[in-house]
Protein backbone atom coordinates (compact mmCIF):
# COMPACT_ATOMS: atom_id res chain seq x y z
CA UNK A 1 0.00 0.00 0.00
CA UNK A 2 2.73 2.25 0.85
CA UNK A 3 5.08 1.45 -2.21
CA UNK A 4 1.64 2.17 -4.13
CA UNK A 5 1.14 5.64 -2.91
CA UNK A 6 4.82 6.66 -3.27
CA UNK A 7 4.78 5.41 -6.90
CA UNK A 8 1.81 8.19 -6.75
CA UNK A 9 3.38 10.75 -5.10
CA UNK A 10 6.60 10.04 -7.58
CA UNK A 11 4.42 10.21 -10.54
CA UNK A 12 2.90 13.27 -9.34
CA UNK A 13 6.04 14.98 -8.72
CA UNK A 14 7.63 13.82 -12.09
CA UNK A 15 4.56 15.59 -14.26
CA UNK A 16 4.85 19.03 -12.19
CA UNK A 17 8.98 19.02 -12.89
CA UNK A 18 8.40 17.80 -16.43
CA UNK A 19 5.36 20.53 -17.62
CA UNK A 20 8.14 23.04 -15.50
CA UNK A 21 11.18 22.30 -17.45
CA UNK A 22 9.23 22.49 -20.63
CA UNK A 23 8.53 26.22 -20.00
CA UNK A 24 12.02 27.06 -17.92
CA UNK A 25 14.08 28.92 -20.51
CA UNK A 26 17.42 27.48 -18.54
CA UNK A 27 18.20 24.01 -18.16
CA UNK A 28 17.92 24.10 -14.35
CA UNK A 29 14.40 21.95 -14.10
CA UNK A 30 15.65 19.71 -17.09
CA UNK A 31 18.42 18.99 -14.89
CA UNK A 32 16.28 19.04 -12.07
CA UNK A 33 14.11 16.38 -14.07
CA UNK A 34 16.97 14.03 -14.81
CA UNK A 35 18.24 13.58 -10.84
CA UNK A 36 14.57 13.04 -10.10
CA UNK A 37 14.54 10.14 -12.58
CA UNK A 38 17.49 9.17 -11.37
CA UNK A 39 16.44 9.27 -7.92
CA UNK A 40 13.48 6.94 -8.92
CA UNK A 41 15.30 4.31 -10.76
CA UNK A 42 14.24 5.15 -14.12
CA UNK A 43 17.67 5.36 -15.89
CA UNK A 44 16.51 4.99 -19.45
CA UNK A 45 14.12 7.94 -18.83
CA UNK A 46 16.38 9.97 -17.25
CA UNK A 47 18.81 9.23 -20.30
CA UNK A 48 15.88 10.16 -22.81
CA UNK A 49 15.29 13.93 -20.85
CA UNK A 50 18.92 14.69 -20.78
CA UNK A 51 18.76 14.17 -24.91
CA UNK A 52 15.76 15.61 -25.30
CA UNK A 53 16.98 18.65 -22.90
CA UNK A 54 20.24 18.68 -25.07
CA UNK A 55 18.29 19.59 -27.86
CA UNK A 56 16.71 22.65 -26.26
CA UNK A 57 20.48 23.44 -24.24
CA UNK A 58 23.39 22.09 -26.99
CA UNK A 59 25.94 24.03 -24.49
CA UNK A 60 24.64 22.71 -21.12
CA UNK A 61 27.48 21.25 -19.51
CA UNK A 62 25.24 19.56 -17.23
CA UNK A 63 23.27 18.08 -19.35
CA UNK A 64 25.56 16.42 -21.20
CA UNK A 65 27.35 14.82 -18.12
CA UNK A 66 24.31 13.62 -17.29
CA UNK A 67 23.34 11.95 -20.57
CA UNK A 68 27.00 10.59 -20.72
CA UNK A 69 26.50 9.37 -16.74
CA UNK A 70 23.27 7.68 -17.56
CA UNK A 71 24.29 6.25 -21.28
CA UNK A 72 27.55 4.94 -19.72
CA UNK A 73 25.58 3.16 -16.94
CA UNK A 74 22.35 1.82 -19.81
CA UNK A 75 24.59 0.80 -22.59
CA UNK A 76 27.83 -0.87 -21.66
CA UNK A 77 26.34 -4.02 -22.46
CA UNK A 78 25.42 -2.83 -26.11
CA UNK A 79 28.39 -1.53 -26.63
CA UNK A 80 30.54 -4.80 -24.97
CA UNK A 81 28.14 -6.78 -27.40
CA UNK A 82 29.06 -4.96 -30.63
CA UNK A 83 32.80 -4.45 -29.73
CA UNK A 84 32.84 -7.93 -29.24
CA UNK A 85 30.99 -8.30 -32.75
CA UNK A 86 33.86 -7.01 -34.11
CA UNK A 87 36.35 -8.98 -32.81
CA UNK A 88 35.08 -11.52 -34.20
CA UNK A 89 33.30 -10.96 -37.40
CA UNK A 90 34.82 -7.37 -38.02
CA UNK A 91 32.75 -6.47 -40.75
CA UNK A 92 31.61 -2.69 -41.90
CA UNK A 93 28.53 -3.54 -40.76
CA UNK A 94 29.38 -4.24 -37.22
CA UNK A 95 31.85 -0.75 -37.57
CA UNK A 96 29.11 1.29 -38.02
CA UNK A 97 26.52 0.00 -36.11
CA UNK A 98 29.07 0.58 -33.12
CA UNK A 99 29.56 4.34 -34.48
CA UNK A 100 25.85 5.01 -34.90
CA UNK A 101 25.09 3.81 -31.65
CA UNK A 102 27.74 6.35 -30.16
CA UNK A 103 26.47 8.98 -32.64
CA UNK A 104 22.82 8.24 -31.30
CA UNK A 105 24.39 9.69 -27.67
CA UNK A 106 26.14 12.32 -29.02
CA UNK A 107 29.43 10.65 -28.00
CA UNK A 108 31.55 12.30 -30.61
CA UNK A 109 35.33 11.36 -29.43
CA UNK A 110 33.91 7.66 -28.57
CA UNK A 111 32.71 7.45 -32.20
CA UNK A 112 35.74 9.21 -33.74
CA UNK A 113 37.85 6.56 -32.05
CA UNK A 114 35.97 3.93 -33.47
CA UNK A 115 35.91 5.20 -36.79
CA UNK A 116 39.54 5.74 -37.04
CA UNK A 117 39.61 1.78 -36.16
CA UNK A 118 36.64 1.31 -38.91
CA UNK A 119 38.47 3.29 -41.50
CA UNK A 120 41.86 1.57 -41.07
CA UNK A 121 39.87 -1.66 -41.90
CA UNK A 122 37.43 -0.51 -44.33
CA UNK A 123 38.73 2.67 -46.03
CA UNK A 124 37.47 1.53 -49.26
CA UNK A 125 33.95 1.08 -48.37
CA UNK A 126 32.42 4.30 -49.29
CA UNK A 127 29.63 4.08 -46.37
CA UNK A 128 32.29 3.57 -43.82
CA UNK A 129 34.23 7.28 -45.09
CA UNK A 130 31.06 9.17 -45.40
CA UNK A 131 30.22 8.30 -42.10
CA UNK A 132 33.54 9.30 -40.54
CA UNK A 133 33.51 12.48 -42.04
CA UNK A 134 30.13 13.32 -40.45
CA UNK A 135 31.98 12.59 -37.26
CA UNK A 136 34.84 14.30 -37.59
CA UNK A 137 33.43 17.50 -39.15
CA UNK A 138 31.01 17.18 -36.22
CA UNK A 139 33.62 17.79 -34.18
CA UNK A 140 35.23 20.25 -36.21
CA UNK A 141 31.51 21.97 -35.98
CA UNK A 142 31.59 21.43 -31.61
CA UNK A 143 35.64 22.11 -31.44
CA UNK A 144 36.81 24.80 -34.20
CA UNK A 145 39.81 21.98 -33.99
CA UNK A 146 41.47 22.13 -37.23
CA UNK A 147 42.81 18.90 -37.89
CA UNK A 148 39.47 17.50 -37.29
CA UNK A 149 37.99 19.77 -40.36
CA UNK A 150 40.98 18.68 -42.66
CA UNK A 151 40.11 14.69 -41.74
CA UNK A 152 36.82 15.14 -42.43
CA UNK A 153 37.29 17.17 -45.61
CA UNK A 154 40.24 14.07 -46.80
CA UNK A 155 37.61 11.51 -45.51
CA UNK A 156 34.58 13.15 -47.70
CA UNK A 157 37.29 13.27 -50.74
CA UNK A 158 38.03 10.00 -50.49
CA UNK A 159 34.54 9.27 -50.84
CA UNK A 160 34.16 11.36 -54.28
CA UNK A 161 37.12 9.20 -55.53
CA UNK A 162 35.37 5.73 -54.42
CA UNK A 163 31.91 7.16 -55.98
CA UNK A 164 32.61 10.40 -58.35
CA UNK A 165 28.88 10.89 -58.67
CA UNK A 166 27.98 11.01 -54.96
CA UNK A 167 25.80 13.64 -54.00
CA UNK A 168 26.33 13.49 -50.23
CA UNK A 169 29.51 13.58 -50.32
CA UNK A 170 29.98 16.58 -52.73
CA UNK A 171 27.07 18.19 -50.57
CA UNK A 172 28.92 17.68 -47.51
CA UNK A 173 32.03 19.32 -49.15
CA UNK A 174 30.38 22.11 -50.26
CA UNK A 175 28.82 22.96 -46.75
CA UNK A 176 32.46 22.11 -45.57
CA UNK A 177 34.31 24.50 -47.56
CA UNK A 178 31.70 27.14 -47.41
CA UNK A 179 31.27 26.60 -43.61
CA UNK A 180 35.56 27.72 -43.55
CA UNK A 181 35.20 30.39 -46.33
CA UNK A 182 37.32 28.33 -49.12
CA UNK A 183 34.17 29.66 -51.58
CA UNK A 184 36.20 28.50 -55.08
CA UNK A 185 36.37 24.49 -53.93
CA UNK A 186 32.56 25.17 -52.37
CA UNK A 187 31.13 26.22 -55.53
CA UNK A 188 32.89 23.25 -57.38
CA UNK A 189 31.39 20.97 -55.18
CA UNK A 190 27.87 22.83 -55.15
CA UNK A 191 28.07 22.05 -59.20
CA UNK A 192 28.65 18.55 -59.04
CA UNK A 193 25.76 18.10 -56.86
CA UNK A 194 23.72 19.84 -59.48
CA UNK A 195 24.93 18.13 -62.19
CA UNK A 196 23.81 14.81 -60.42
CA UNK A 197 20.73 16.45 -58.73
CA UNK A 198 19.23 19.17 -60.69
CA UNK A 199 16.31 19.36 -58.21
CA UNK A 200 18.53 19.50 -55.06
CA UNK A 201 16.48 22.71 -53.32
CA UNK A 202 19.25 23.19 -50.41
CA UNK A 203 21.96 23.49 -53.53
CA UNK A 204 19.74 25.61 -55.68
CA UNK A 205 19.32 27.91 -52.18
CA UNK A 206 22.80 27.43 -51.24
CA UNK A 207 23.83 29.06 -55.07
CA UNK A 208 22.33 31.99 -54.55
CA UNK A 209 24.32 33.07 -51.75
CA UNK A 210 27.13 31.63 -53.22
CA UNK A 211 27.14 33.33 -56.36
CA UNK A 212 27.43 36.90 -54.57
CA UNK A 213 30.44 35.72 -52.07
CA UNK A 214 33.83 36.54 -53.03
CA UNK A 215 36.80 34.34 -53.86
CA UNK A 216 38.63 32.93 -50.75
CA UNK A 217 42.60 34.14 -51.07
CA UNK A 218 43.63 31.79 -48.68
CA UNK A 219 44.61 28.21 -48.79
CA UNK A 220 42.51 25.65 -47.14
CA UNK A 221 44.67 25.16 -44.16
CA UNK A 222 45.09 28.57 -43.46
CA UNK A 223 41.36 28.67 -43.57
CA UNK A 224 40.83 25.91 -41.13
CA UNK A 225 43.44 27.56 -38.76
CA UNK A 226 41.43 30.63 -38.75
CA UNK A 227 38.60 29.29 -37.90
CA UNK A 228 40.33 27.61 -34.81
CA UNK A 229 41.69 30.44 -33.90
CA UNK A 230 38.72 32.28 -33.90
CA UNK A 231 36.30 29.98 -32.54
CA UNK A 232 33.75 30.61 -35.49
CA UNK A 233 33.13 30.15 -38.78
CA UNK A 234 33.42 32.99 -41.34
CA UNK A 235 29.90 32.08 -43.17
CA UNK A 236 27.17 31.11 -40.73
CA UNK A 237 23.05 29.88 -41.61
CA UNK A 238 20.56 31.73 -40.01
CA UNK A 239 19.96 31.04 -36.56
CA UNK A 240 16.03 29.88 -35.95
CA UNK A 241 15.89 30.11 -32.49
CA UNK A 242 18.05 32.25 -30.72
CA UNK A 243 18.79 35.40 -27.89
CA UNK A 244 20.10 38.14 -30.20
CA UNK A 245 21.66 40.43 -27.99
CA UNK A 246 20.60 43.04 -30.14
CA UNK A 247 16.58 42.03 -30.50
CA UNK A 248 14.66 44.35 -28.41
CA UNK A 249 13.89 43.07 -24.86
CA UNK A 250 16.63 40.32 -24.65
CA UNK A 251 19.39 42.59 -24.01
CA UNK A 252 17.44 43.17 -21.08
CA UNK A 253 16.54 39.88 -20.32
CA UNK A 254 20.15 38.66 -20.45
CA UNK A 255 21.48 41.72 -18.05
CA UNK A 256 18.90 40.63 -15.53
CA UNK A 257 20.11 36.81 -15.07
CA UNK A 258 23.15 37.96 -15.19
CA UNK A 259 22.62 40.63 -11.80
CA UNK A 260 20.71 38.00 -10.30
CA UNK A 261 23.78 35.67 -10.75
CA UNK A 262 26.10 38.60 -9.47
CA UNK A 263 23.86 38.70 -6.28
CA UNK A 264 24.37 34.83 -5.05
CA UNK A 265 26.27 34.39 -2.02
CA UNK A 266 30.10 34.53 -2.60
CA UNK A 267 30.10 36.09 -5.76
CA UNK A 268 31.61 39.72 -5.56
CA UNK A 269 31.25 40.54 -9.28
CA UNK A 270 30.36 39.03 -12.81
CA UNK A 271 31.28 39.89 -16.64
CA UNK A 272 29.74 38.87 -19.35
CA UNK A 273 30.79 38.89 -23.50
CA UNK A 274 27.96 37.76 -25.59
CA UNK A 275 27.61 38.90 -29.42
CA UNK A 276 28.61 42.15 -29.41
CA UNK A 277 26.92 42.37 -25.51
CA UNK A 278 29.69 43.54 -22.88
CA UNK A 279 28.13 43.95 -19.01
CA UNK A 280 29.27 44.13 -16.20
CA UNK A 281 27.45 43.30 -12.69
CA UNK A 282 28.22 44.00 -9.30
CA UNK A 283 25.91 43.35 -6.21
CA UNK A 284 23.01 43.70 -8.47
CA UNK A 285 24.13 46.54 -10.53
CA UNK A 286 25.00 46.41 -14.13
CA UNK A 287 27.05 48.16 -16.87
CA UNK A 288 26.74 47.78 -20.41
CA UNK A 289 29.60 48.88 -22.19
CA UNK A 290 29.59 50.14 -25.68
CA UNK A 291 31.71 49.88 -28.28
CA UNK A 292 33.63 52.93 -28.45
CA UNK A 293 33.78 52.64 -23.91
CA UNK A 294 37.14 51.50 -22.30
CA UNK A 295 35.92 47.82 -20.97
CA UNK A 296 36.10 47.48 -17.28
CA UNK A 297 39.63 45.47 -16.55
CA UNK A 298 37.12 42.59 -15.67
CA UNK A 299 35.95 42.34 -19.05
CA UNK A 300 39.18 42.71 -20.88
CA UNK A 301 40.73 39.61 -18.82
CA UNK A 302 37.74 37.29 -19.70
CA UNK A 303 37.72 38.01 -23.26
CA UNK A 304 42.03 37.51 -23.44
CA UNK A 305 42.00 34.63 -21.01
CA UNK A 306 39.22 32.92 -23.03
CA UNK A 307 41.01 33.54 -26.34
CA UNK A 308 44.25 32.44 -24.49
CA UNK A 309 42.85 29.07 -23.18
CA UNK A 310 40.66 28.27 -26.05
CA UNK A 311 43.63 28.08 -28.25
CA UNK A 312 46.19 26.12 -25.66
CA UNK A 313 43.41 23.74 -24.91
CA UNK A 314 43.02 22.73 -29.01
CA UNK A 315 46.95 22.69 -29.51
CA UNK A 316 47.22 20.45 -26.43
CA UNK A 317 44.94 18.53 -27.99
CA UNK A 318 41.91 18.28 -25.16
CA UNK A 319 39.26 19.75 -27.49
CA UNK A 320 37.45 22.65 -27.15
CA UNK A 321 37.41 25.26 -24.28
CA UNK A 322 34.53 25.27 -21.59
CA UNK A 323 35.66 26.43 -18.78
CA UNK A 324 37.75 27.28 -16.58
CA UNK A 325 38.98 27.79 -12.46
CA UNK A 326 41.50 29.67 -11.16
CA UNK A 327 42.17 29.82 -7.30
CA UNK A 328 44.02 31.72 -4.90
CA UNK A 329 44.12 32.46 -1.10
CA UNK A 330 41.59 35.49 -1.58
CA UNK A 331 39.00 33.95 -3.94
CA UNK A 332 38.52 32.27 -6.96
CA UNK A 333 37.60 33.22 -10.56
CA UNK A 334 35.37 31.20 -12.57
CA UNK A 335 35.50 31.42 -16.37
CA UNK A 336 32.81 29.64 -18.92
CA UNK A 337 33.23 29.95 -22.39
CA UNK A 338 30.84 28.84 -25.54
CA UNK A 339 32.28 29.74 -28.72
CA UNK A 340 33.13 33.53 -28.60
CA UNK A 341 30.92 33.92 -25.80
CA UNK A 342 32.32 34.09 -22.20
CA UNK A 343 30.95 34.56 -18.76
CA UNK A 344 32.88 35.30 -16.10
CA UNK A 345 32.45 35.34 -11.99
CA UNK A 346 34.81 36.79 -9.25
CA UNK A 347 34.14 35.55 -5.69
CA UNK A 348 35.44 34.50 -2.25
CA UNK A 349 34.62 31.33 -0.35
CA UNK A 350 35.98 27.80 -2.25
CA UNK A 351 33.08 25.96 -0.70
CA UNK A 352 30.94 28.51 -2.78
CA UNK A 353 32.63 27.23 -5.67
CA UNK A 354 29.87 24.18 -6.65
CA UNK A 355 26.50 26.29 -6.35
CA UNK A 356 27.78 29.35 -7.99
CA UNK A 357 29.53 27.35 -11.23
CA UNK A 358 26.30 25.12 -11.83
CA UNK A 359 23.77 28.73 -11.45
CA UNK A 360 26.28 30.37 -14.13
CA UNK A 361 26.53 27.03 -16.77
CA UNK A 362 22.51 26.94 -16.60
CA UNK A 363 22.61 30.59 -17.60
CA UNK A 364 25.22 30.37 -20.16
CA UNK A 365 23.54 27.30 -21.54
CA UNK A 366 20.09 28.93 -21.30
CA UNK A 367 22.11 32.29 -23.61
CA UNK A 368 23.38 30.26 -26.29
CA UNK A 369 19.90 28.59 -27.02
CA UNK A 370 20.00 28.09 -30.64
CA UNK A 371 19.92 24.98 -33.40
CA UNK A 372 22.12 26.84 -35.59
CA UNK A 373 24.45 30.36 -35.64
CA UNK A 374 23.24 33.45 -36.94
CA UNK A 375 24.51 34.81 -40.05
CA UNK A 376 26.84 37.88 -40.96
CA UNK A 377 25.58 40.43 -43.77
CA UNK B 1 59.69 13.09 -9.08
CA UNK B 2 58.79 10.31 -11.67
CA UNK B 3 57.69 8.14 -9.30
CA UNK B 4 55.17 10.24 -7.63
CA UNK B 5 54.22 11.55 -11.54
CA UNK B 6 53.52 7.58 -12.13
CA UNK B 7 51.55 7.41 -8.91
CA UNK B 8 49.49 9.89 -9.65
CA UNK B 9 48.54 8.20 -13.03
CA UNK B 10 47.62 5.37 -11.96
CA UNK B 11 44.40 7.10 -10.36
CA UNK B 12 41.58 6.53 -12.78
CA UNK B 13 41.03 9.27 -15.49
CA UNK B 14 44.38 10.12 -14.89
CA UNK B 15 45.84 10.50 -18.58
CA UNK B 16 48.93 12.16 -17.83
CA UNK B 17 51.35 14.30 -15.45
CA UNK B 18 54.71 16.25 -15.59
CA UNK B 19 56.47 18.91 -13.73
CA UNK B 20 57.41 22.28 -15.79
CA UNK B 21 59.34 25.22 -14.44
CA UNK B 22 57.83 28.85 -15.03
CA UNK B 23 59.47 29.09 -18.59
CA UNK B 24 58.44 26.60 -19.96
CA UNK B 25 60.60 23.88 -19.80
CA UNK B 26 59.91 20.00 -19.46
CA UNK B 27 61.96 18.82 -15.66
CA UNK B 28 59.82 15.46 -15.54
CA UNK B 29 56.93 13.73 -17.75
CA UNK B 30 54.88 10.74 -17.68
CA UNK B 31 52.55 12.23 -20.61
CA UNK B 32 50.13 9.34 -22.36
CA UNK B 33 51.91 8.63 -25.77
CA UNK B 34 50.31 11.25 -28.86
CA UNK B 35 50.78 13.95 -26.58
CA UNK B 36 53.84 16.38 -26.83
CA UNK B 37 55.61 17.08 -23.72
CA UNK B 38 57.73 20.24 -25.01
CA UNK B 39 54.73 21.55 -26.50
CA UNK B 40 52.49 21.35 -23.42
CA UNK B 41 54.71 22.86 -21.35
CA UNK B 42 55.36 25.77 -23.23
CA UNK B 43 51.46 26.34 -24.08
CA UNK B 44 51.09 25.63 -20.19
CA UNK B 45 53.36 27.97 -19.36
CA UNK B 46 52.41 30.56 -21.89
CA UNK B 47 48.66 30.30 -20.27
CA UNK B 48 49.95 30.58 -16.96
CA UNK B 49 52.43 33.88 -17.79
CA UNK B 50 49.40 35.48 -19.71
CA UNK B 51 46.80 34.88 -16.89
CA UNK B 52 48.91 36.08 -14.08
CA UNK B 53 49.53 38.94 -16.12
CA UNK B 54 46.25 39.64 -16.60
CA UNK B 55 44.98 38.58 -12.98
CA UNK B 56 47.32 41.53 -12.25
CA UNK B 57 45.85 44.02 -14.16
CA UNK B 58 42.90 43.28 -11.86
CA UNK B 59 44.41 43.66 -9.07
CA UNK B 60 45.11 39.97 -8.22
CA UNK B 61 47.86 37.78 -7.75
CA UNK B 62 49.59 34.52 -6.51
CA UNK B 63 47.49 32.22 -8.57
CA UNK B 64 47.82 28.50 -6.69
CA UNK B 65 45.69 26.46 -8.69
CA UNK B 66 43.92 26.51 -12.18
CA UNK B 67 41.34 23.95 -13.29
CA UNK B 68 40.69 24.20 -17.37
CA UNK B 69 38.26 21.56 -18.55
CA UNK B 70 37.84 21.44 -22.31
CA UNK B 71 35.83 19.00 -24.23
CA UNK B 72 38.01 16.15 -24.32
CA UNK B 73 39.58 16.62 -21.28
CA UNK B 74 40.41 18.83 -18.34
CA UNK B 75 44.32 19.93 -17.00
CA UNK B 76 45.05 20.90 -13.84
CA UNK B 77 48.04 23.27 -12.82
CA UNK B 78 48.97 23.49 -9.01
CA UNK B 79 52.08 25.54 -8.33
CA UNK B 80 54.83 23.98 -6.76
CA UNK B 81 56.59 27.48 -6.23
CA UNK B 82 59.51 26.80 -8.26
CA UNK B 83 57.65 25.29 -10.94
CA UNK B 84 54.35 23.59 -11.60
CA UNK B 85 52.68 20.51 -11.61
CA UNK B 86 50.09 19.82 -14.86
CA UNK B 87 47.83 16.84 -14.76
CA UNK B 88 45.94 16.07 -17.67
CA UNK B 89 43.02 13.99 -16.89
CA UNK B 90 39.74 12.83 -18.76
CA UNK B 91 36.88 15.19 -18.85
CA UNK B 92 34.75 13.38 -16.93
CA UNK B 93 36.57 13.04 -13.86
CA UNK B 94 35.28 13.81 -10.80
CA UNK B 95 38.16 15.70 -9.56
CA UNK B 96 36.50 16.36 -5.72
CA UNK B 97 38.18 13.12 -5.63
CA UNK B 98 40.93 13.43 -7.68
CA UNK B 99 41.97 16.95 -6.09
CA UNK B 100 43.22 15.11 -3.18
CA UNK B 101 45.82 13.10 -5.17
CA UNK B 102 46.82 15.80 -6.76
CA UNK B 103 47.25 17.55 -3.47
CA UNK B 104 49.80 14.82 -1.90
CA UNK B 105 51.47 15.15 -5.17
CA UNK B 106 52.12 18.37 -5.43
CA UNK B 107 52.94 18.57 -1.87
CA UNK B 108 55.51 15.33 -2.18
CA UNK B 109 57.00 17.23 -5.15
CA UNK B 110 57.30 20.54 -3.42
CA UNK B 111 59.11 18.61 -0.61
CA UNK B 112 61.56 17.03 -3.62
CA UNK B 113 62.01 20.46 -4.98
CA UNK B 114 63.38 22.07 -1.83
CA UNK B 115 66.40 18.86 -1.14
CA UNK B 116 67.08 19.83 -4.42
CA UNK B 117 67.74 23.77 -4.50
Not at chain 1, 213 to 226: G, N, S, T, V
Amino acid sequence: MLGLFKRVLDVGQTHRVRRRARIDSSPRSTIELCALLQRQGRLLAAREAAREGLIRFPYSLELRQILHATWKRSSSQVVKSLEGRIVTDDSAGDHLQLVAHYLEFGELDSAAEACQRMVERHGQNLEVVLVAAEVLLGRFHRDHVAEDGSLGLRCLLKAVEIDPKCVRAHWDLCNTYYYIGAVSKAVFHLYKVLDESPDHSEARELQKILDRLPLERLEEAELLRRVEESDEAKFRVESQRGQDPREPGVRGAICSHLEQVSLMAGVEKTALSHRGLDVVSERGSRKIFEANEVPDPLLSFATTFRRTASLSAKRMGIGAFEESEMCWSGGWILALAVGRSVLLVKGTGSQRIPIVRAEARNFLAGLTIAATEAVDD
Amino acid sequence: MIDVLKRLCTNPGFLGAMVATKDGIVVKSHLQAGMDDDASAALVSALLTSTTSLLGNVGLAGMEQIVLRASRGKIVVADLGIAYLVVVADRNLDLDSGMLEIKSASKALSRIGRIAV
